[in-house]
């Protein structure tokens, strides 16, 4: 399901709160497993619709994992594109966008590290909400992203200075009163529209490396060249199911076989980087493109969260030469580290997953210093 953003006020109020009180009934049997169902008070026919639609209607990654114990991510909604051109319904304009991330979110820090590379920091403002996913609305048991009540609550977190809203779930309730999604950061918000443009990092990198150059201060970088387009996108697909999904798969998984599966195939793909590293500086060559932010923002989470917390143990990215050298070399490329903030990636994932770490205790390591000398300037630019 695609949705087109609308403006909120023109939606039945009354319509959604029953279709979100109806969701909410099957995400807790989803959570609870069949033998309540007696208990639940939902009709035969939400039975089955539920059944048949318990993946589409996740609300939280926690939801996702399907009957046989796999971890199946649900696709984006928001598919809406920034143009350059002006006569688009959402064309590029300095200070027109809003990018909603949380430090904590690889994805939606992929999206905030183009916002550094390119130089768009005056022209698209953004804000982190708070690490650790908190009860979004007392009338329900969903858990989510928050803003804190002052910017003095949580270093790094501010409160919604846009909209008023105190989670990511009452923006799209806003943008979308039918919606029945996940409530997921990253979220790139049109301030003029109030609504949501689009939710999905993969599209919001590409309009950021191409539709904002005239306001841009990095023009001439362009992280996806036409030359090597068919190279990063093959890349792309491999390190995502491997790896950025892979640790998700690991984590998720309820079963000992699809995590087995999925674990292989993390560290083949780790292996195969490691390789490919050993001959060249970057993952497509020897220029930064697409592909190494993708892959980046899940290396940097690998030692101090992915390893304890999503079961990744086989091998530690510190024990990789090159990969471990290659994290450095990006997280000091210019403004990358501003994008990293370890305080909120190791509250979220620690704290907001109990039913991985029931007691939400963030462990002590691994502190690693990303700052320190790497030996990736022996590649020829
Ligand atoms: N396909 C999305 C995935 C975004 C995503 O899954 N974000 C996670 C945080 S890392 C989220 O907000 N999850 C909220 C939830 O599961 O309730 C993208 O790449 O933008």
Avoid at 72 to 79: A, E, I, K, L, W
Avoid at 81 to 89: A, E, G, Q, V, Y
Avoid at 240 to 250: A, S
Avoid at 362 to 372: E, L, T
């Amino acid at each position: 399901m695609i949705l087109s953003p609308s403006p909120s006020f023109l939606h039945c109020h009354r319509t959604f709160v029953f279709q979100r009180t109806f969701s909410f009934r099957k995400s807790s049997l989803f959570l609870c497993g069949s033998s309540n169902l007696a208990l639940s008070g939902v009709s035969l026919g939400g039975i089955i619709y539920f059944f048949e639609h318990s993946v589409h209607m996740a609300r939280s990654a926690l939801e996702e994992t399907s009957e046989s114990g796999a971890f199946n991510r649900t696709p984006s909604t928001f598919r809406s594109l920034i143009s350059r051109d002006k006569t688009s319904p959402f064309p590029a304009e300095s200070g027109r966008y809003h990018l909603y991330v949380s430090y904590a979110c690889p994805w939606a820090s992929r999206c905030l590290a183009y916002l550094k590379l390119k130089g768009l920091d005056n022209v698209i403002s953004y804000s982190s909400v708070k690490p650790k996913w908190e009860r979004t609305k007392e009338t329900d048991e969903h858990y989510g992203w928050v803003f804190p009540a002052s910017s003095m609550e949580e270093p790094g977190a501010e409160p919604d200075k846009l909209n008023g809203v105190t989670s990511i779930r009452a923006l799209y309730e806003f943008a979308s009163p039918n919606y029945s999604g996940k409530y997921t950061v990253p979220v790139l918000w049109d301030k003029k529209l109030k609504t949501v443009v689009n939710n999905e990092s993969s599209d919001i990198i590409r309009m950021m490396n191409t539709e904002f150059n005239d306001m841009a201060e990095n023009v001439d970088l362009d992280l996806y060249p036409t030359h090597l387009q068919p190279l990063i996108d093959e890349v792309n697909e491999w390190v995502y199911d491997g790896i950025n999904n892979g640790v998700y798969r690991c984590g998720f998984a309820k079963k000992q076989e699809p995590y087995d599966e999925a674990v292989t195939k993390l560290y083949e793909a780790l292996d195969k980087c490691e390789e490919i590293l050993s001959k060249q500086r970057y993952i497509c060559g020897n220029v930064l493109t697409e592909a190494d932010v993708r892959l980046f923002v899940t290396l940097i989470r690998f030692d101090e969260v992915y390893v304890v917390h999503f079961k990744c143990n086989k091998k530690l990215i510190r024990e990789y030469p090159n990969l471990f050298n290659y994290t450095k070399d990006i997280y000091q490329t210019n403004g990358m580290s501003s994008t990293v903030n370890m305080e909120h990636i190791k509250k979220h994932y620690y704290g907001s997953h109990p039913s991985i770490n029931p007691f939400g205790i963030v462990p002590i390591g691994s502190n690693i210093d990303f700052s320190a000398p790497h030996d990736r300037a022996r590649f020829a630019p």
